[in-house]
């Protein structure tokens, strides 16, 4: 039976897929660590969530063992050495292409965050899973197949008239033209074999063997000018975490090229003001957030981007001195000006806990639903388009040039207590990730909910995601009409959209408890499960 709520003095895990859950369950039960386990889980999401996430994408890992010791794991691939702004304006285009084998411009790093993260297991956390074994739940709902989530289908035809024409991708997620409907047995063999390759190989026979040369040429037959070349030259970075003081302890992200920066800005401005006096769904506190989030979005516009190529004061911007500043500027009575978001992004989040309190926080993406709609011949793997997130323009900081990374909204987070996890926790949906993680940590370390109400409580959305080309202050049905009308008051444009709204993305959480339990929960709002160990 699947549930979103789970204690455990074992371990405990939570993904956006129940199938995905029960796969890092098993390696919990057994005495598998937490890298273990997540790495069940996260090739298992890019089975059986195959509109979210692939092999074809990229990731960013946060690691934290018993002893406190922090490992970000950095798998942003790079743009190919043949895409410059350019090939797109000799083109007479203004913006690269949203889907198509130009959006496919970017090597896909999330594998080589596997590979790293294995050997960190291996060679630090005492890891006895080969990695042959921890891909097996993979491999097998492959090749045996598994029950079609609903949203599988849904997304598929909802983006019909932009994936349609791509028969690769059709082939296989809608034969005859019609998507695999939910509870649809759904098997993917090509997929499977290069699974199999992947487990045979290890992770860089994604990047360097025989996957590689097939992930090339299938590439190259639809269009793409990522190369092999490309593929070779990829390795995935280990990076410091950031972090920033919040109440009793430190809440820590990943560096750029994510907006990790965003989600810190958010937290350390909130640091700054008594929550408490605010009940967690009134007006004060949805404006209070939403004003810290405008805050820290036009620092993270103005900054983020390839740190190897463009410096950034990620110090200077997060000292307690710059913070201060950005809450002071903030008016409880009137909303601050608000221009245009990033926009979408189609992602897993998922953590575990293992019975050390060792912690994983780790977030998977292709950036828009299925990707840049490019299979990679017969390898089964969806490309990804983050590389549209590049701007043409010579003058931004985000500009396209071959070799460097784009900027990320993917963003893992924990929170730490006494130099251990206290909070794991994250969310996919863009610019919505630092705003639900602003919820999710202040509804669980300020107002101490219980964990399953921290993610059920009504959230709301600043900006574009999930393909909403608006870009005012959605907020869930489910907050009082005086809510709105406050809201509205303040200067905001406010939009009301359905209860659990698919765009306010799909949380997980892990809770440390005093008493050594493992507390998790997943979102309602996906079609996932937490599990103990």
């Known amino acids: 039976m699947t549930t979103r709520y789970a204690k455990s003095s074992r371990g405990v895990v939570t993904s956006p897929h129940h199938l995905a859950t029960a796969a890092g369950e098993a390696v919990l039960a057994a005495g598998g660590n937490a890298i273990e386990a997540a790495l069940a889980v996260g090739a298992t999401l890019c089975v059986v969530y195959p509109h979210m996430n692939s092999l074809g994408g990229d990731g960013f890992w946060l690691l934290c063992d018993e002893t406190g010791k922090l490992t970000g794991l950095d798998g942003a691939g790079a743009a190919g050495q043949a895409y410059t702004p350019a090939f797109y304006t000799g083109q007479g ?28 297991s291996r060679a630090h956390w005492g890891g006895r899973w080969s990695w042959q074994e921890v891909l097996d739940p993979a491999h097998d709902h492959a090749e045996r197949g598994f029950a079609c989530s609903a949203s599988q289908g849904n997304f598929l035809t909802q983006k019909w008239a932009e994936l349609g024409g791509f028969q690769t991708l059709t082939d296989i997620y809608a034969p005859n033209g019609q998507p695999a409907p939910a509870g649809a047995r759904f098997q993917q063999p090509y997929l499977a074999e290069s699974l199999r390759l992947l487990q045979r190989d290890g992770a860089d026979g994604f990047y360097r063997g025989e996957l590689a040369r097939r992930i090339a040429q299938g590439l190259a037959d639809a269009g793409s000018l990522l190369s092999a070349d490309d593929l070779a030259a990829f390795h995935c970075r280990q990076v410091e975490p950031i972090s920033v003081p919040y109440r009793n302890g430190r809440a820590v992200n990943m560096p750029p090229p994510t907006q990790g920066l965003a989600s810190l800005l958010i937290l350390g401005q909130l640091d700054r003001f008594d929550l408490a006096r605010h009940p967690h769904l009134s007006a004060d506190y949805v404006h209070l957030v939403v004003e810290a989030t405008k805050q820290a979005f036009r620092v993270r516009d103005r900054h983020v981007a390839d740190p190897e190529q463009v410096d950034i004061p990620v110090a200077e911007l997060l000292a307690p001195a710059a913070i201060a500043d950005l809450a002071e500027a903030i008016d409880m009575t009137r909303a601050a000006p608000w221009g245009k978001g990033v926009g979408p992004a189609d992602t897993v989040w998922f953590g575990v806990v293992d019975a050390k309190g060792r912690a994983v926080s780790a977030i998977q993406s292709i950036y828009h639903e299925y990707g840049s709609g490019v299979v990679a011949g017969e390898t089964g793997i969806i490309w990804q388009n983050r590389g549209t997130s590049f701007s043409l323009d010579p003058q931004h900081v985000n500009v396209l040039k071959p070799g460097k990374r784009p900027f990320h909204t993917l963003n893992p987070a924990m929170y730490l207590e006494d130099g251990r996890p206290r909070l794991v926790y994250g969310t996919m949906g863009g610019d919505g990730q630092p705003q639900t993680q602003a919820a999710v940590a202040t509804r669980a370390l300020d107002y101490r909910l219980p964990l399953p109400e921290v993610l059920d409580s009504p959230r709301w959305l600043l900006g574009r995601t999930w393909g909403q080309s608006s870009d005012s202050l959605k907020l869930e049905g489910r907050f009082a009409p005086e809510v709105f009308e406050e809201l509205v008051r303040r200067g905001h444009v406010v939009e009301r959209v359905e209860d659990y709204a698919q765009m306010m993305g799909h949380a997980g959480v892990i809770r440390v408890l005093d008493d ?18």
């Open 93 to 120: 285009l203004d913006a690269i292409p949203v889907r198509g084998p130009h959006a496919a411009n970017t090597v896909a790093g999330l594998v080589s965050v596997w590979g790293a993260a294995h050997l960190v």
């Open 516 to 533: 050594g339990m493992f507390e998790a929960a997943s979102d309602p709002r996906s079609d996932g499960a937490a599990a103990g160990g």
